[in-house]
């Protein structure tokens, strides 16, 4: 079992930076890919950025240029750096992790408001 708990989330001005965290733990596990997904009021979870166990990483073209996605394998804490944000950017920002034995977990969630 896997227990992930984000952080970082919090109110930004359009045109800011935040920085969000996910930190992994539990009993015996390895991580193959991390990644951040988001979901705003009444509108499906979206992929964001996913960084891969060899270190390779996929953005979705809406932050492409604007995020950036890393990981700590030592820590098993994956981040994402926003810039540039946009109230567009206003949602839920969850990680979510798959172990080499192909489970899956994700994290509660963390808010994140970008005011105009």
């Known amino acids: 079992q896997v227990q992930l708990v984000e952080s970082g989330g919090g109110l930004v001005q359009a045109g800011g930076s935040l920085r969000l965290s996910c930190a992994a733990s539990g009993s015996r596990f390895s991580i193959a890919t991390m990644g951040w997904y988001r979901q705003a009021p009444g509108a499906q979870r979206d992929r964001l950025a996913t960084?891969?166990?060899?270190?390779?990483?996929h953005y979705a073209d809406s932050v492409k240029g604007r995020f950036t996605i890393s990981r700590d394998n030592y820590e098993n804490t994956v981040y994402l750096q926003m810039t540039s944000l946009k109230p567009e950017d206003t949602a839920v920002y969850y990680c979510r992790v798959v172990t080499i034995e192909g489970y899956e977990y994700w994290g509660r969630g963390t808010l994140v408001i970008v005011s105009a």
């Open positions: 960084v891969y166990s060899d270190g390779n990483t």
